[in-house]
């Protein structure tokens, strides 16, 4: 294999990918932080806490199969034993919020989303502030350096008055998955406007075979960043600067109606029904000649033994829309919960998990986009470095352009079940103009009450 360390192209690519990333999640800065840097002295030790138990909250995905692959690691490098539970999201948010609001939650450090509940999170003080372990030299590894996490990272992982909540884990832009064999059999481009999504799905769309032009999340809330990837195209947004929803405005209800057309005529029967691993797999059957999804699903697509479209799949940067070009982002962290009697551990755990290894380990699979600018040199160096160049090049391009794909405010959760709701009636024929306005009228008392609160 080509020693990728000595190509300079790799290098300035990685250079390229960190500053992308960097600056695209900060168009989500938090405003007043500042960086906080560890300074290890010599006094740190794996073995501190040796013979304690864990337990450990991990959502389903390509990040979360990578953390339970490697526990082991972690048990002989510390001597904690590790107890994880790995469920799908909408199951493990649920979870998230009865245990913690029970005061007595059965796990000790949880992966989360931060698009979705960063600000619940907070304002309940769910999660334990971070920076006196990150003080203290003999608790922060020697390699734990912030100033190796993208700038983007650090700002969803800190509050505005300064305290640090948890670890930056992944940034996910979202994408265009395609399939080349498909496109190229009926002579079809890959798209270069919203527009040709919509063309592209309309040719490419064949049922007497099986396949569907388009594919995406149907099922109530998981399908919101579907049409918010359009509606940031269409320069649309979601509160102005009174505090008012803007979710029924022209922009909003061109976007939904892109979504009900390539949901209801160019996805396959049941989409009201699809997360995103339904999505995925009839992807990965060559049944779908496009989804839209976020970056870090490529690993089960370049893995001979679940895919049958190795090879044929392109990465595809969102295309214009009508007033912008913008890849949705999203992104989430790890943190360890307020209420645990082992944070000592816990703090290890989660070193552990942000370590430049694991997220080397990421950018291998395309497992998602990494943090810390470190793990892109090491990937480089290994010679199990597999992910497509394609793939690395749209994450790049898709950073440079990303913008976030959820409001960030307290009930993002009820936002995504009231638009949820909007939009799967859509896929079923309802006036998309008329959800969009229901909708909205429905959730304003409730962000007018959260922000009160």
């Known amino acids: 294999m080509t020693d990728r360390k000595r190509d300079p192209s ?26 906080v840097a560890a300074h290890a002295q010599g006094a740190f030790d794996w073995k501190r806490f040796k013979g304690q138990k864990l337990e450990v909250l991990l959502t389903k995905s390509p990040r979360g199969d990578l953390l339970t692959k490697y526990q082991k690691e972690f048990e002989e490098l510390t001597g904690i034993e590790v107890g994880s539970e790995m469920i799908p999201e909408q199951q493990q948010r649920q ?15 949880i992966n989360f989303s931060y698009h979705v509940q960063k600000r619940q999170f907070a304002k309940n003080n769910w999660l334990n502030d971070l920076r006196t372990y990150i ?36 940034l996910d832009p979202w994408i265009i ?46 399908n919101v960043p579907v049409w918010t990837s359009f509606l940031l ?34 996805a396959p029967s049941g989409v009201a029904g699809f997360n995103w691993n339904e999505s995925q797999t009839l992807f990965l059957q060559g049944k779908a000649a496009m989804w839209l999804d976020g970056i870090g699903f490529a690993q089960p697509l370049e893995d001979p033994t679940k895919s049958r479209i190795v090879g044929k799949v392109g990465y595809g940067v969102m295309p214009p829309g009508p007033k912008a070009q913008v ?21 290890l755990y989660l070193q552990w998990a942000c370590n430049t290894t694991n997220q080397a380990r990421m950018l291998q699979a395309a497992a998602g986009a990494p943090v810390r600018s470190s793990a892109y040199a090491l990937a480089q160096k290994s010679a199990d470095f597999k992910s497509p160049k ?64």
């Open 10 to 35: 790799l290098d300035k690519t990685r250079r390229r990918l960190v500053q992308a990333g960097a600056g695209a999640a900060a168009l989500g800065a938090l405003p007043g932080t500042a960086i």
């Open 177 to 222: 998955y395609w399939n080349k064999e498909i496109f190229a059999a009926k002579g079809v481009a890959y798209p270069t406007s919203f527009a040709e999504i919509v063309n592209a799905a309309a040719k490419l769309n064949d049922p007497g075979k099986g396949i569907s032009g388009f594919v995406g999340r149907g099922l109530k809330n998981a």
């Open 327 to 347: 890849s949705a982002l999203f992104a989430d962290g790890i943190g360890m919960s307020s209420f645990s009697k082992r944070k000592g551990p816990a703090w």
């Open 95 to 109: 979870k998230a919020v009865i245990e913690f609001n029970s005061g007595n939650p059965s796990f000790d450090v």
């Open 390 to 453: 394609e793939w690395v090049d749209c994450m790049l391009k898709s950073a440079a352009i990303a913008q976030p794909g959820l409001p960030v405010i307290a009930p993002v959760t009820e936002f995504r079940d009231v638009f949820g709701i909007a939009l799967t009636n859509m896929i079923n024929g309802a006036d998309a103009a008329t959800e969009l306005k229901k909708a909205t009228v429905e959730f304003q008392p409730v962000l007018d009450k959260s922000e009160k609160a």
């Open 135 to 170: 003080k203290d030299p003999s608790l922060a590894a020697p390699d734990l350096h912030f100033d190796d996490f993208a700038k983007g990272g650090l700002n969803y992982a800190m509050e505005p008055d300064g305290r640090v909540m948890s670890l930056p884990f992944n």
């Open 233 to 266: 195209g269409y320069g649309g947004g979601f509160i102005d600067a009174n505090g008012k929803l803007i979710t029924d405005t022209p922009e909003a209800i061109e976007s939904a109606k892109m979504y009900q057309t390539l949901m209801s005529k160019y």
